[in-house]
Structures are given as structure tokens and as C-alpha cells.
């Protein structure tokens, strides 16, 4: 059985090799169809039921037990995200392992189809560094995304020193601007 830890550097050397394989659209369609569709159907269903509650219940147990060092915020019709330390991008850091180019994408490859389906938006931004933040929202809230600490206050990750990295991936509306379409 493969470890916990041991699981991430296997999962970013499998997105490269998929991307070797047959392109970055086959990475995107592992992301939507192996992790969303089929490994994250308990995530789907409490999403997909409960709307905002299912994404407290999913990400507050998920992120406490993975450990990871985040803020969750709410606020009418928002709910957001603040990773501080993201255990699986910083163990890939820690340990020196660079298959993939953007392993950060991942989460945006299956929850951006999820929340898609789920009649959400997300604005997100992640620096490389194992730091990022999620806002979500209604399809029908045409809110554009809180500035730095508006919304988490001194959770707001981009107050951080090391917040600003020399790549900065922004998605707004889940869209990523280097891509100019939706998600799968």
C-alpha cells in the first residue's frame, strides 16, 4: 500500500505522465473524470445536496485531517478558502519533486467541474508555493472576488510577506486567463 505522503509525489508523476501521453486535455479529463466523477463522490454528493454546508462539512473535515494549515470564511453567498501551507504541495517542495509543471491545478481541475455542476463560480489564485485561496459562489452572483483582506481578514492569505511568487495563477469565474474557456 502506497503512504499517504508517498501518494502525492505518485499522483504529480502521473499527471506529467498522462500529459506525455496525450496532451494537456487528457490531464484535464483525468482531473474532471477520475478524480471528480469517480474518486471524489463523497465530496460530489454533500456538494451537490447541502450547497454551502456540504462545502463546510467536505473541505472542514478534509483540510483538519490532512492537516493543513487553512482559514475557512463566510459571509452571505461566499464561501472562501485561505491555504496557508498545503500539505501535499508542501511535501512535493520539501522533498524536491518537479514532474508536472502546475500540480496546484489539480484542485481547480476537479472542484472548478464540480462546482460547475453544483451551480457555483469560483475566483482562485494559488502562488506555486503551497498557498492559494478559493472564493465560491451562486452562477447567479456576478460579485467580483474580495480584494486582500476585504473578506478573511488577517486570514487573507495574499497579506502574507511571501504571498507573491514570480508565477501567480488567477481563475476568475473559474476560468483561467491563459486558457479563455470554462473547465471541462
Known amino acids: 500500500m502506497i503512504g499517504c505522503y508517498d501518494f502525492c509525489g505518485h499522483y504529480e508523476w502521473t499527471f506529467e505522465w498522462l500529459r506525455e ?50 482559514a475557512a470564511t463566510e ?7 485561505d491555504m496557508h501551507q498545503c500539505p501535499s ?28 455542476d453544483a451551480g457555483f463560480v469560483i475566483d482562485h489564485e494559488h502562488n506555486h508555493a503551497g498557498q492559494c485561496w478559493w472564493e465560491i ?4 452572483d456576478q460579485s467580483a472576488a474580495s480584494g486582500p483582506g ?17 508565477a501567480i495563477d488567477h481563475y476568475d469565474r473559474a476560468i483561467h486567463p491563459d486558457d479563455k474557456r470554462p473547465l471541462p
Open 21 to 70: 501521453q496525450g496532451g494537456h486535455d487528457l490531464v484535464l479529463d483525468y482531473w474532471e473524470n477520475a478524480i471528480y466523477r469517480q474518486s471524489q463522490t463523497h465530496a460530489t454528493a454533500l456538494i451537490l445536496q447541502k450547497g454551502f454546508d456540504g462545502m463546510r462539512e467536505y473541505w472542514g473535515h478534509t483540510l483538519e485531517h490532512e492537516a493543513a494549515g487553512y
Open 75 to 81: 459571509a452571505p453567498g461566499v464561501y472562501r478558502i
Open 89 to 116: 504541495k508542501g511535501f512535493l517542495i520539501r522533498n524536491g519533486l518537479v514532474q508536472f509543471h502546475d500540480y496546484c491545478d489539480h484542485c481547480m481541475g476537479w472542484i472548478g467541474p464540480l462546482m460547475r
Open 137 to 140: 459562489r451562486s452562477t447567479s
Open 150 to 166: 476585504e473578506l478573511a481578514g488577517d486570514a487573507d492569505v495574499r497579506l502574507r510577506a511571501d504571498w507573491q511568487t514570480p
